[in-house]
């Protein structure tokens, strides 16, 4: 069993910052990468960002310049700093992480319930 908790989201004036958590727990044997989602009303989820154990990331064209992924391997978290914000950003924002439990032999995705990001002024 896993869980992804989000934290972070809120209302925000455009222009302004919000910095979203999410720590996954549960029985994880290891991570293969983390990343965010999103979703605006009416419309398909997108990716914004994803983070590899590795370091490596990738950002939507949207976002580039703005926002920043980073995260604790060891804590089996990963953090979006979000900054002028716009409010086309707006959404609910979903955690996702690709991990493998100590209890199977194959990396599997999991997502968080998601948290609301509204900018608005």
């Known amino acids: 069993q896993v869980h992804l908790v989000e934290s972070g989201g809120g209302l925000v004036q455009p222009g302004g910052s919000l910095r979203l958590s999410c720590a996954a727990s549960?029985?994880?044997?290891?991570?293969?990468?983390m990343g965010w989602y999103r979703q605006a009303p009416g419309k398909e989820r997108e990716l914004v960002a994803t983070l590899t154990t590795g370091g490596r990331t990738v950002y939507a064209d949207s976002v580039k310049g703005r926002f920043t992924i980073s995260g604790d391997n060891a804590k089996n978290t990963v953090y979006l700093q979000m900054n002028s914000l716009k409010p086309e950003d707006t959404g609910v924002y979903y955690c996702?992480?690709?991990?493998?439990?100590?209890?199977?032999?194959?990396?599997?995705?999991?997502w968080g319930q998601g948290t609301q990001v509204t900018v608005s002024s």
């Open positions: 996702t992480a690709i991990l493998r439990l100590t209890t199977t032999v194959s990396y599997d995705e999991y």
């Open positions: 549960g029985s994880i044997f290891s991570g293969d990468a």
